[in-house]
DNA sequence: TCCTACGATGGACTTCGTCCAAGTCAAGAA
DNA sequence: TTCTTGACTTGGACGAAGTCCATCGTAGGA
């Protein structure tokens, strides 16, 4: 993902061995980590990361929108790296995992202009939930 | 809301004074409370209700799909009494105020059978999200 | 190489929610 | 009506997720 670490850099973002492992951690396809998945793998790379720097930088990425939080029911958040492609969820609601999928039509030109309430409506988060063939 | 507590009573609940006032509380449209909200106003009527005599409440009226747990980024759980009709919420970025929209026959839950990877989906949620006008 | 502002750290703290042992009471039985 | 009993309620301890902050360290420009 030296792609993202470019575009970091662009912006001004110090380097520092944190980012570049967090970057790395969430590199990838189907990847829905939760804060502390984020700092447990990027602690098998660099065992003195802290949790507090994990929670700022994935604070940072949401920001500046290279990472996607995805809402839970009573779960921990979940951060998603693809932020590039617009796509929805299938939300597993016994082990919480979760695939992307994506959509067959524009779902915001769903909600009709009588329906918005005077709304600047910006995007739409859209949640399949059932069970994942383990779980069922 | 009688209708509730009639059906709870059916079910064998025992109709006490704190399931009858936070039943009460959850009257309306467009009610979104978190559970501290519920216990705020349950106890304006009910003094000595405990915290978790709401949470209990609220999760048996979830288990048994009289109420809806609405996912939020970050907040408190929101608790939706508005079970019978399928909807969807328009959310507001800004104070977080939720309104009730219903979909214009979209395909709601006509996820393709190739994009379901063996999942047995249950149910969809659908959030648009924006600035209201008072934000705006 | 040196400087320094930006970033990392760990631990205290907050918020949201769960759990539990002990006390209370709704409602059926007699 | 009173009795009985197990379902319900309670307060407080506990836990998980996330934020805040004083202090220390270092990336990267001069
Ligand atoms: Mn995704
Ligand atoms: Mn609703
Ligand atoms: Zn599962
Ligand atoms: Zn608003």
Redesign the interface.
């Known amino acids: 993902m030296s792609d993202l670490l470019q575009r970091l850099r662009s912006r001004g973002w110090r380097l520092t061995s944190q980012r570049r492992v967090v970057a790395e951690v969430l590199d990838g396809d189907h990847v829905h980590l939760t804060a502390d998945e984020v700092h447990l793998r990027a602690a098998a790379r660099l065992p003195e990361i802290s949790r507090a720097t994990v929670y700022n930088t994935l604070g940072e990425l949401v920001a500046i929108g290279e990472v996607l ?1 995805v ?4 779960r921990a ?1 979940r951060y998603d790296p693809n932020a590039r492609r617009p796509h929805q969820h ?1 939300m ?2 016994g082990c919480g995992m979760i ?1 992307d ?2 959509p ?2 524009n ?2 030109g ?3 202009e009588s ?19 383990a779980c ?1």
Chains 1, 2 share one sequence.
Do not use: Q
Not at 71 to 74: C, D, E, N, Q, W
């Open positions: 939080e809402s839970t029911v009573g958040k299938l597993c609601s695939r999928v994506h067959v039509g779902a915001l769903d909600l009709p329906e918005r309430f005077g709304f600047a409506v910006g995007s739409v988060e859209i949640t399949y939930r059932g069970l994942c063939p069922a």
